[in-house]
Nanobody, 121 residues
Framework: QVQLVESGGGLVQAGGSLRLSCAGS????????MGWYRQAPGKQRELVAT???????NYADSVKGRFTISRDNARNTVYLQMNSLKPEDTAVYYC???????????????WGQGTQVTVSS
């Protein structure tokens, strides 16, 4: 099965930290760009951070200096280290992969199922 599986969400107090992980299933050979998006209740899904296969990173202004994205290309895994969390960071966080190469074709875009992050004040 071709899928991205997130883990690491949970409940944390403001100022705390969480680390999210997103791993591609074994049927995935490679992924061009990987990133994290989030969707808060009543809001549209928004970009949090992306990491291209070439090593370029991009962050939303709201998380710059607090969040760090990294990836392990050999394992088709992307991480999001979230520090100094704020209540406004509360959302469902989704992993995304673009240019997902499998043994039988390429997925232009693939999404994980999402993981809840809740930051209490």
């Amino acid at each position: 099965q071709v899928q991205l599986v997130e883990s690491g969400g949970g409940l944390v107090q403001a100022g705390g930290s969480l680390r999210l992980s997103c791993a591609g299933s074994r049927m995935i050979r490679s992924i061009d760009a990987m990133g994290w998006y989030r969707q808060a209740p009543g809001k549209q899904r928004e970009l949090v951070a992306t990491f291209t296969s070439g090593g370029d990173t991009n962050y939303a202004d709201s998380v710059k200096g607090r969040f760090t994205i990294s990836r392990d290309n050999a394992r088709n895994t992307v991480y999001l280290q979230m520090n100094s969390l704020k209540p406004e960071d509360t959302a469902v966080y989704y992993c995304n992969g673009e240019g997902v190469l499998t043994g039988f074709g390429v997925y232009k875009s693939l999404w994980g199922q999402g993981t809840q992050v809740t930051v209490s004040s």
